[in-house]
C-alpha cells in the first residue's frame, strides 16, 4: 500500500521569505501522480500544484514550486515570498496512475504554515 | 464554472439516527470521490464513482454506503451512526478518475 509522510507537522515563516515543506512518499509503482493541496480556515481543500511521475522537469505555479526526488521518493514544496494568505494546512497527496486504479488519493499528515507579518 | 458544492454544510445528529449528505460536481465532471477528515485519522478515502458506478471503496463498514445519478450528482448515506462519525465529509470531482480532483466545501457532521 501506498504511504505519505509529512514529517513537520508545524512550520512558521515571515511574510516575503521563503519556506519549503517536505514530503515524502513510499510506492512500488512507476505511475503515479502527486500533488499539494492546501486547506486554509475555511476548511476549503484547494489544488496548490501537481506533478506527474513520469516528468523530470519540477512543477510551478507562480510562487509555488516543488522538488520531486524521484529517487529518493521526496516530494518538497517551496513558497517564495510568502504571503499571508499562505498560511493554511498543506497536505501532500499520492495518486497511483493507471486509470483502472481510479482517482484515490492518499494524503499525508499535514503540515500548519504559520506566515508571521 | 460553479466549483463542487454541498449540502448541508452543517448537520447534527443523534447516536443511531441515519444521515444524508449531497455532492454536486462541477459541470461536466463525471468522477466523485468521497473523504472522511478527522483529527485523529487524517482524511481517509470513503468511495469514488464515475458514471454512476463505483469504482472503488474505502475501509469503512458498510455502514458507509452512497451513489450516484445520471446527473453526476452523488450522495453519501451513514446509517446507525456513531459518535466517531463526527467529521468533516469531503467531496471532490473531476472530469475522469485520472484527471486531478476539485474539492468541495465540506459538510460538518456532529454525532451526539
Known amino acids: 500500500a501506498q504511504t505519505v509522510t509529512q514529517s513537520q507537522p508545524e512550520m512558521s515563516v515571515q511574510e516575503a521569505e521563503t519556506v519549503t515543506l517536505s514530503c515524502t512518499y513510499d510506492?512500488?509503482?512507476?505511475?503515479?501522480?502527486l500533488f499539494w493541496y492546501k486547506q486554509p480556515p475555511s476548511r476549503q481543500m484547494i489544488l496548490v500544484i501537481r506533478?506527474?511521475?513520469?516528468?523530470?522537469q519540477n512543477a510551478t505555479e507562480n510562487r509555488f514550486s516543488v522538488n520531486f526526488q524521484k529517487a529518493a521518493k521526496s516530494f518538497s514544496l517551496k513558497i517564495s515570498d510568502s504571503q499571508l494568505g499562505d498560511a493554511a494546512m498543506y497536505f501532500c497527496?499520492?495518486?497511483?496512475?493507471?486509470?483502472?486504479?481510479?482517482?484515490?488519493?492518499?494524503f499525508g499528515e499535514g503540515t500548519q504554515l504559520t506566515v508571521n507579518p | 464554472k460553479a466549483g463542487v458544492t454541498q449540502t448541508p454544510r452543517y448537520l447534527i445528529k443523534t447516536r443511531g439516527q441515519q444521515v444524508t449528505l449531497s455532492c454536486s460536481p462541477i459541470?461536466?465532471?463525471?468522477?466523485v470521490s468521497w473523504y472522511q477528515q478527522t483529527p485523529g485519522q487524517g482524511l481517509q478515502f470513503l468511495f469514488e464513482?464515475?458514471?454512476?458506478?463505483?469504482?472503488n471503496k474505502g475501509n469503512f463498514p458498510g455502514r458507509f454506503s452512497g451513489r450516484q445519478f445520471s446527473n453526476s450528482r452523488s450522495e453519501m448515506n451513514v446509517s446507525t451512526l456513531e459518535l466517531g462519525d463526527s467529521a468533516l465529509y469531503l467531496c471532490?470531482?473531476?472530469?475522469?478518475?485520472?484527471?486531478?480532483?476539485?474539492f468541495g466545501p465540506g459538510t460538518r457532521l456532529t454525532v451526539l
Open positions: 459541470s461536466g465532471h463525471r468522477s
Open positions: 510506492t512500488s509503482e512507476s505511475d503515479y501522480y
Open positions: 464513482y464515475f458514471s454512476e458506478t463505483q469504482r
Open positions: 506533478q506527474e511521475a513520469y516528468k523530470q
Open positions: 497527496a499520492y495518486r497511483r496512475g493507471a486509470e483502472t486504479s481510479g482517482s484515490r488519493l492518499t
Open positions: 471532490a470531482s473531476s472530469l475522469s478518475v485520472v484527471d486531478t480532483q476539485y
